[in-house]
């Protein structure tokens, strides 16, 4: 009994994705003899990418720290896309 709990408390979990068209298949192969690794190995990896929050958050630093002149000109870009062309909402 001991042994099974080690087991479930240890283990990774396994999925099985079902569905998966052709040429999703077909990229994920290729992509993995690129890497030189297995199918698993690099669907691990592109999942630990699409979830980790922590890696998302520091990938977005670079635009955190914008100088005040950047976050002007950002705005002031930003702010003549908002403009409403009254003549097109008639």
Same mark, same amino acid.
């Given at each position: 009994?001991?042994?099974?709990?080690?087991?479930?408390?240890?283990? *990774?979990?396994?999925?099985?994705?079902? #569905? +998966?068209?052709?040429?999703?298949?077909?990229?994920?192969?290729?992509? *993995?003899?690129?890497? #030189?690794?297995?199918?698993?190995?690099?669907?691990?990896?592109?999942?630990?990418?699409? +979830?980790?929050?922590? #890696?998302?958050?520091?990938?977005?630093?670079?635009? +955190?720290? $914008? *100088?005040?002149?950047?976050?002007?000109?950002?705005?002031?870009?930003?702010?003549?896309?908002? +403009?409403?062309?009254?003549?097109? $909402?008639?």
């Amino acid at each position: 009994m001991l042994s099974l709990l080690c087991y479930h408390a240890f283990m *990774s979990k396994q999925l099985s994705i079902r #569905g +998966v068209p052709d040429h999703i298949a077909d990229r994920l192969k290729r992509l *993995s003899e690129a890497r #030189g690794q297995s199918v698993n190995t690099t669907v691990l990896e592109l999942l630990h990418q699409a +979830v980790d929050i922590d #890696g998302r958050r520091a990938r977005l630093d670079k635009y +955190v720290d $914008w *100088s005040s002149e950047e976050l002007r000109d950002f705005q002031r870009t930003l702010a003549a896309q908002r +403009v409403i062309d009254s003549e097109l $909402w008639r």
